[in-house]
Every structure is written in C-alpha cells, then in structure tokens.
C-alpha cells in the first residue's frame, strides 16, 4: 500500500511512502482490539473507592432494645446495616481494575486497529514539520489545509516536540502522540489518523519488523 506525502499546505509534495502490510495490511482481529481497548480504560480508573462496613462505623456497642416482647426483629447493635447509619453490606473496596495482555496480543491489536483505518482511507502521511514556537493559530491553518478541522485528528510524531504539542493542546479533537506511545484506544477513537513522514518508519521498529 502506497500513500501519497502532503505538505502542510495539504499539497501533493509528488512523493509517496509505502506502508509496511504487516502493520496495514493483516486480517484485523477484532477481539485483540477489544481486550487492548478494555485494558486501557480499566487502566485509567483509580479503584479508590471506599464504603464502611459493620466493623468501622462509630456507634455505641450496647444493645439498643430489649431481645423479647418489642414484637418487632431482635437487634443487638445501632451499626447493623439495616438501620440507617449502618455500616454497607459488602461495600466497594479499593482495588486495582488493571489485568495483564501478552505483548504479542498487544502488538496484534495495534496492527488490526491500523489496518483497519487504512481499509476505510482515514490514513494521511505529512511531510515533517515544526513551529518556531508555539501557536494554536497555525496548527488550525494546517488543519484547514489537510481538511481535517472537523474530525477527531490523531497526529503521530516519531518523537516529542514541545511547540506541535502545545499549539495543539487546546484543541478539543487533536490528540499528539509519539509512535512509540500509540496505543490501540487512540486509534480507534480518532477518525482520521495523520502521520509525520518519520512516524512511519518507526511503526517498522516499534513491531521490530527491520
């Protein structure tokens, strides 16, 4: 698969740059996709979440009713949980939501999430570029030029570069990451993936494919 190299004014620079079939072109496993993805949420979430059971709420320990003639159930403490007060029965308790993945399913689920946008042509490769300094302004004007501006944009750099991170930042759909930090979540939310002409050789090393 070949794909035309624009340059930021979204002009056909006349060369073309060939995507590696092993990454773009397998038979995409949708399954990978979705346990990569699963583990990537459960990754985020904190598990700090807490309720007090019987045995840590505070209240005196002395019967509060007769055990006989009150014609109602026998109680024996003000934290039972069926008053209210009461400690939770079997309440949250902090815990890590994160599980493990095989590096080599890992690495499937990328290629079949990349596949998978270069069979619906929401693949673009971009000469490389930079910004003397941070400007939000210019990366609008290239957007408007890629005719990506209302799209949810993932653009891939082959390393990090402060002045394209922060002029993007405060863009609500751009999302910037290095090759290397591509995760199959980023992927599959962005419609419409952008390469700098140097990210695609390091998919080639990242999948150790040299």
């Known amino acids: 698969m070949e794909l035309a190299i624009l340059n930021t004014a979204g ?19 949708e399954h990978a996709i979705y346990l990569d993805v699963k583990q990537f949420l459960a990754n985020q979430r904190q598990g700090t979440h807490k309720a007090k059971e019987r045995a840590e709420i505070s209240g005196s320990t002395a019967k509060i009713k007769k055990q006989k003639g009150t014609g109602t159930a026998r109680a024996g403490s003000i934290k039972s949980p069926i008053f209210r007060g009461g400690g939770r029965i079997f309440g949250p308790r902090p815990r890590n939501y994160g599980f493990k993945l095989n590096k080599k399913l890992k690495q499937l689920a990328r290629k079949s999430a990349l596949t998978i946008k270069a069979q619906n042509d929401a693949l673009m490769v971009v000469e490389d570029f930079n910004f003397e300094a941070p400007k939000t302004k210019n990366f609008v004007e290239i957007q408007n030029s890629l005719k990506v501006a209302d799209k949810k944009v993932l653009l891939v750099l082959s390393e990090d570069n402060k002045n394209i991170y922060l002029s993007s930042r405060n863009l609500k759909n ?5 090759v290397s930090d591509l995760a199959t979540y980023d992927i599959m939310k962005a419609s419409t993936l952008v390469f700098v002409e140097s990210s695609v050789k390091g998919l080639d090393e990242m999948f150790k494919l040299n």
Not at 174 to 178: A, E, I, T, Y
């Open 11 to 29: 002009e056909d620079t006349g060369r073309k740059i060939e995507l590696n079939d092993s990454v773009f072109g397998i038979e995409p496993n």
């Open 174 to 178: 751009v999302n910037v990451v290095r």
